[in-house]
């Protein structure tokens, strides 16, 4: 039920609000700690469920968790007073402001998942393998046996991606929310607080309203000059605008016009859902070490509030690695730079916190490294230039920043931000993932740190003259159009993918229902497989997304195709390995022309229209 999952997430919300008070004493900023809430909330529930599991089960788990991080709130909110959330002046314009933001980016997320009579759908064209995936976590947390889950699409070897968003689901889930309405409210909270903190962060850096206003259009509708290109092609100004209302096709991020750089809410917010998680929890790790920076030094509010960003930083590893390793050089570039002894504090604490889930990464995990870190120059640029490629999906906004940090380099806030440019020049000389494409998870992060220094640019431009206004208009337009443009395709709603019909849905539950936790399931290696719902792990799934997390499944496929041709010595080793059942369904008959005959007369397990389970028995 969709109040269930909003109910979750407001008690997060209130959970995560009174516990800033800890470190925050000042009044007001109640809409910041809200949106910080939710942030800190949600990696809490995730995070907190997991570790409990084992002890209560996952559903008690959870129920506890929740339970405890309200009673630590409370206890914080008793011990510091509630005098600093009674708000310091009226708010209607801000209120207004923040509800043209939460409903901007509220619609399109609202396009990530959704359920209907005919099956589970996606509006968003690049979520159709992300999101298969992150159901597999979900469930494999909702159907397990409280022990950490296997990789859902790679039995035996642990799950090492950054969970705590899909843990914190499957908590909700839990407590009597659908899996579906889970994430997509999850997804939703989480982008209304991102807005707020990307405004909270602008102006607390740059000490300016209207840039602040500017900043979450920066950071979040970023993209080159496809939206110019796709207009010029059209012909016309009526040809053009159609084209431009009613888009094909992304236009910032299409292969044929070289056009790489994504918007971040079509390619990283709704198919990549850490990013959700990460990108809040990194701002305010970052905003409180800038009010650190701004109190008296050796004062208790330094201290104080160095420990806060401490605090935060400290639980980003299992939200969002990219994120955490982002902000920790941010921060650690800062400490360089400004010399305040209290920044220790910050990192030893976010050490302390860190470390914990670190080794948890580790443990168990089939990455290599050898197979993330390789010199490659340019991105994924392909054969082209890089200065062309760049000027292409970044323009106007990477000369901007440039010439941003050119003219404010003597400002507190330019050297605040310096890492913004090692973070941009490190993943243009490195190959940081096995799909070099994942770069963008730490180039996107040069963006948005530095959109603050752009947005008081462009602000400062504005107030020269009413020419200058007009040119700090059109270079904001020109920044932000193509962003747009896909942002509007995501939210008007055109395009429904089917990832899951009923059947499927069906199928999923009822593998769930007839299997233990633990089992291993022989399916085809496909990214929209239902043994994702089930909670059970695939002995080989999308080898898409296997590759591109650097795990090792040499000599799977060759095994999947000889079991399904009914090879008894496949049969054994698969038994040896833990499967106990195998799928024929639509995909296995695809890929495996004697699936039906190899397992048509084993003991069967499971049926829903075309899917069958069948018992994975030797002779």
Not at 74 to 94: C, D, H, Q
Not at 523 to 552: C, K, M, N, V
Not at 568 to 581: D, K, S
Request: proline share 5%.
């Amino acid at each position: 039920m969709p109040a269930l999952a909003w109910s979750t997430w407001a008690a997060c919300a209130a959970a995560g609000l009174l516990l800033t008070l800890a470190w925050d004493r000042t009044p007001g900023r109640l809409a910041e700690r809200a949106a910080a809430g939710v942030a800190i909330g949600v990696t809490l529930l995730g995070l907190g469920s997991a570790a409990l599991a084992p002890l209560l089960g996952f559903a008690a788990a959870s129920a506890s968790t929740l339970t405890l991080l309200l009673l630590a709130a409370m206890t914080v909110a008793a011990r510091a007073g509630l005098v600093a959330l009674k708000p310091r002046r009226s708010a209607s314009a801000a209120l207004a402001l923040g509800l043209v933001g939460a409903v901007a980016i509220a619609v399109p997320l609202s396009r990530a998942v959704w359920v209907e009579p005919a099956g589970l759908y996606t509006g968003g064209d690049h979520n159709l393998g992300d999101l298969p995936f992150h159901l597999g976590i979900v469930h494999a947390f909702l159907h397990g046996d409280g022990s950490r889950p296997e990789h859902p699409e790679l039995s035996g070897v642990a799950l090492t991606y950054s969970w705590a968003i899909d843990a914190a689901a499957a908590a909700a889930a839990a407590l009597g929310a659908e899996p579906a309405s889970a994430l997509n409210s999850q997804g939703i909270a989480l982008g209304i607080a991102l807005v707020g903190l990307l405004w909270a962060w602008g102006h607390a850096l740059t000490g300016s309203r209207a840039a602040a206003c500017l900043v979450p259009a920066l950071v979040l509708l970023n993209g080159g000059l496809g939206v110019f290109r796709l207009a010029a092609e059209a012909g016309g100004v009526e040809a053009a605008w159609a084209a431009l209302v009613r888009a094909s096709h992304d236009v910032t991020i299409h292969d044929p016009w070289g056009l790489r750089w994504g918007n971040a809410l079509a390619v990283l917010l709704i198919p990549q859902r850490a990013f959700l998680l990460g990108l809040p929890l990194g701002l305010y790790a970052s905003l409180l070490a800038w009010r650190a920076l701004e109190a008296e030094p050796g004062s208790a509010e330094e201290r104080r509030t160095m420990l806060g960003a401490g605090a935060v930083l400290g639980l980003m590893p299992l939200a969002h690695a990219h994120s955490f390793a982002a902000t920790g050089l941010l921060l650690a570039v800062a400490a360089l730079l400004f010399r305040r002894l209290s920044f220790w504090r910050l990192f030893a604490l976010a050490a302390a916190l860190a470390l914990p889930q670190a080794l948890a990464l580790a443990a168990g995990s089939g990455t290599g490294l050898g197979r993330f870190v390789a010199f490659h120059v340019g991105w994924d640029r392909g054969e082209r230039g890089v200065l062309a490629f760049w000027l292409q999906n970044a323009a106007p906004y990477l000369p901007l920043a440039l010439l941003a940090f050119a003219l404010l380099w003597r400002e507190r806030v330019t050297r605040f931000l310096a890492a913004s440019a090692l973070l941009f020049v490190v993943p243009n000389l490195l190959r940081l993932s096995p799909w070099i494409w994942d770069n963008v998870k730490l180039l996107y992060w040069a963006h948005v740190a530095a959109a603050p220094l752009v947005a008081l640019l462009l602000v400062r431009l504005a107030r020269r003259g009413r020419t200058s206004a007009v040119g700090a208009a059109l270079l904001l337009l020109a920044s932000v159009a193509s962003g747009a443009s896909d942002g509007w395709r995501l939210a008007r709603g055109g395009r429904a993918h089917r990832v899951f019909d009923a059947d499927a849905l069906a199928f999923g539950a009822e593998v769930a229902r007839v299997t233990r936790p633990g089992e291993r399931l022989l399916t085809a290696p496909t990214y929209d497989h239902p043994a994702l719902l089930s909670g059970r792990a695939q002995y080989l799934g999308y080898e898409g997304h296997i590759w591109s997390q650097g795990l090792d499944a040499s000599g799977r496929r060759e095994r999947v195709a000889a079991a399904y041709a009914g090879d008894p010595a496949a049969w054994r080793e698969l038994r040896a390995a833990g499967l106990t059942a195998a799928v024929v369904g639509p995909h296995e008959r695809a890929a495996f022309a004697g699936a039906e005959a190899a397992f048509g007369g084993r003991r069967l397990l499971a049926r829903r229209g075309p899917w069958s389970l069948y018992a994975l028995e030797l002779e």
